[in-house]
């Protein structure tokens, strides 16, 4: 019996033996629905011509003998549209391997598909701070780099957008200087149209800002208020200006981009939520970062779960417009044997992208023109910038306590490269990390 995993597969495998079939009817858009049955979706040019009739008819009795339940029956399974763009549109849909000419349609019950590729932002630079797993200290990273850009000159703006289990606002800011609202506020009163009421009062500048500022977003404002309630709704699509559906990622985007006008920050960091979900999709995907921080300790568990990313970017022909912009970061380094556990790190990270996201050269071509990395290349995504573990990070509610008397040196000793490479991606050429 066919499973889910096996649909795409056999789908190539019987198409293949039916190539002069399918020729008559392409293109062919294979639409995957909620279930994951499938269906296909021909132009309606097609659907009163004699000869293209047997093509489906064998086409879809093939079909359904081999998907079973992962299909409809064949009297079903075909439908005509007037327009195969229309019907792509708003999903996410990518060339079914193989065949140029067929397209999947995968319909999701989740607004973001991790697939769809925002350009990099032409405004301030926006770096995303994420995790496959919690617990590894992205977030208070984020503040450190946000504190360090602070100190160099930089207009920060900090967002705290692991809306499931806020926390960052908590490192730069006491409680008293929280602002009323935060960026949970904004997306349910946005589906009202009465954000602009929070939209002044959800940004606040942290007390440890210097000679450069840092502007927190939190999560939530001073009072949470029935949090649980918001949050529920947060994801809901609204309506844009000219009445069209507008996804929360759509809605999300349009806040960051009122936030960036409103404020003008050099850099906008974006602590992300942990896993492969919602939040963590529109950060990478929806928000033009221009930086993605892949942070992990060397676990099987978060190899695993890059390696399923990596390999749906690769699956749906998007891997080329993100894989630059990522950069693994080895958290929580432990003090002893600190070397070799680097290394090993650094081996599996090197393993996972080759495999997944980086170009195979063919015997006798240039290196030089395809996106490969030799292992020990510190220039390479997948080579990790190491952050040490310190005990004196390792809890963000003492962390704004200890930034007020916190040196530059200490900084360095811990998350030097981190923050040599923030200096790089976002082209400041800064002395303080050196």
């Known amino acids: 019996m066919t499973t889910f995993d096996e649909i795409l597969p056999v789908i190539r495998e019987v198409l293949g033996t039916l190539t002069e079939a399918l020729e008559k009817l392409e293109p062919v858009i294979l639409n995957r629905d909620l279930n994951g049955r499938i269906r296909l979706i021909l132009d309606e040019k097609l659907q009163d011509q004699p000869e293209t009739r047997g093509a489906v008819e064998t086409i879809v009795h093939a079909l359904e003998k081999r998907l079973g339940p992962h299909t409809f029956p064949a009297e079903r399974m075909v439908l005509f549209e007037p327009s195969l763009e229309m019907v792509k549109q708003g999903a996410l849909h990518f060339p079914l391997q193989g065949f140029d000419a067929v397209t999947v349609v995968d319909r999701l019950a989740t607004e973001t598909d991790w697939a769809r ?42 967002l705290d957008l692991d809306l499931e289990s806020p926390g960052i606002s908590t490192s730069l800011l006491p409680d008293e200087r929280r602002p009323a609202y935060g960026i949970t506020d904004w997306l349910v009163e946005d589906l009202v149209g009465n954000g602009a009421v929070v939209f002044e009062d959800m ?12 502007y927190v977003v939190p999560a939530h404002g001073r009072n949470p208020g029935e949090y649980v309630a918001k949050l529920g709704r947060v994801w809901m699509p609204g309506m844009d200006g000219e009445g069209l559906r507008e996804p929360w990622a759509g809605r999300l ?60 970017w690769r699956r749906t022909g998007v891997a080329c417009e993100i894989r630059e912009r990522l950069q693994m970061v080895g958290a929580m380094i432990p003090e002893v044997n600190a070397k070799e556990y680097v290394d090993g790190l650094c081996e599996r990270s090197w393993i996972t992208f080759a495999e997944e996201l980086y170009d195979a ?60 490479g923030i200096d790089a991606i976002i082209g400041f050429d800064g002395e303080s990390h050196e």
């Open 253 to 312: 985007a349009r806040l960051l981009t009122a936030l960036e006008n409103r404020w003008q920050p050099d850099v906008i960091l974006m602590d992300a939520r942990a896993g492969i979900d919602e939040v963590a999709s529109a950060c990478i995907t929806d928000l033009g970062a221009k930086g993605i921080l892949l942070f992990s300790i060397d676990g099987e568990q978060a190899w695993s779960g890059y390696r399923i990313l990596f390999q749906h």
């Open 361 to 420: 050269i063919p015997p006798g071509e240039p290196a030089d023109a395809y996106f490969s990395f030799d292992q020990a290349d510190e220039t390479a995504p997948h080579f990790p910038w190491p952050i040490r573990w310190h005990r004196g990070f390792a809890a963000l509610q003492s962390i704004h306590s200890r930034f007020q008397g916190m040196g530059k040196d200490e900084v360095k000793a811990v998350f030097g490269p981190l923050l040599r």
């Open 203 to 214: 940004v606040t500048k942290s007390d440890l800002s210097h000679d450069g500022d840092i």
């Open 117 to 158: 590729i925002e350009p990099v932002s032409s405004g301030a630079s926006r770096i995303v701070f994420f995790s496959i797993k919690g617990g590894v200290g992205r977030s208070t990273a984020s503040a450190v780099a946000a504190w360090s850009l602070a100190q160099s000159g930089k207009r920060v703006m900090v």
